[in-house]
C-alpha cells in the first residue's frame, strides 16, 4: 500500500523554511515505510491549485494532503489514517450546513482514499487562495455522494494560519466574501441552501 504525501507550500519570500524543515524532518522521524510518494507543490497560484496539482500528480492508494505549518508527533501515524473508503483528519470540526451542524475533516491534515478522489476529483477551482469554504465545499461535495468522515487521533501539531497572516493578510476579508458569495451561491443552485 502506497501513500501520497502532498504538501502545500506557499512561501515566495522564503519567510517559512523553517518550518518547511521542521515538517519534512517530522515526516522522517515518524515514518519508517518505503512506500511513501513526497509531492511538494510551491508557490501554486492558490491553496486550491496547489492541493488539486499534488492530487492529479499523486500514485499513492491514499492520499494525505497536509499544510506546511504542522509537524507529525506519532510514530506509524499514515497506518492509521488509511482506511478504505473514509477520509480521515486528526479531527473534525463542526459547522452549520442548512441550519443543522455537521462535522467535517480538518483540512490541516486528511487523508483521502484513491477510491474517493477518483470518485470526487478534486477542489472547486473558483475558490481563491484558500481564504475559507473551499475546504466546506470539498468535503460537502463529498458527503454529497456517500462519502464517510472519521477522526483519527494522532498527535500532529498545527500552528494554523500562517501563511495567511504573512502573505495575504491584508485581502484574506475580501477573498473570504468572495469565497463565501460562491458557496452560498453553488449550493444554493443545487437546492441545498
Known amino acids: 500500500m502506497k501513500h501520497s504525501l502532498i504538501i502545500t507550500y506557499y512561501d515566495p519570500q522564503c519567510l517559512k523554511l523553517r518550518m518547511m524543515a521542521d515538517l519534512l524532518d517530522s515526516i522522517k522521524a515518524t515514518c519508517s515505510r518505503s512506500d511513501i510518494e513526497l509531492i511538494i ?27 506546511d505549518d504542522i509537524t507529525c508527533e506519532e510514530d506509524n501515524w499514515l497506518e492509521r489514517f488509511a482506511i478504505p ?16 451542524p455537521f462535522s467535517i475533516p480538518d483540512a490541516a491534515v486528511f487523508c483521502i482514499p484513491r477510491s474517493v478522489y477518483e470518485l470526487v476529483g478534486g477542489i472547486d477551482p473558483r475558490y481563491a487562495k484558500g ?17 464517510q468522515f472519521m477522526e483519527v487521533p494522532v498527535d500532529v501539531s498545527h500552528i494554523g494560519n500562517v501563511t495567511t497572516k504573512l502573505y495575504f493578510n491584508d485581502v ?3 477573498l473570504r466574501n468572495r469565497n463565501h458569495f460562491l458557496f452560498h451561491e453553488k449550493w444554493q443552485q443545487r437546492g441545498l441552501l
Open 41 to 67: 507543490v510551491k508557490d501554486a497560484k492558490s491553496y486550491t491549485d496547489a492541493v488539486n496539482e499534488g492530487l492529479a500528480r499523486a500514485t499513492g492508494d491514499y492520499l494525505i494532503v497536509m499544510n
Open 85 to 100: 473508503d473514509t477520509v480521515t483528519t486528526r479531527y473534525l470540526r463542526s459547522d452549520i450546513f442548512m441550519g443543522k
Open 131 to 147: 481564504a475559507n469554504f473551499e475546504d466546506t465545499d470539498y468535503f460537502l461535495e463529498m458527503q454529497q455522494k456517500g462519502i
Open 172 to 174: 484574506h476579508e475580501a
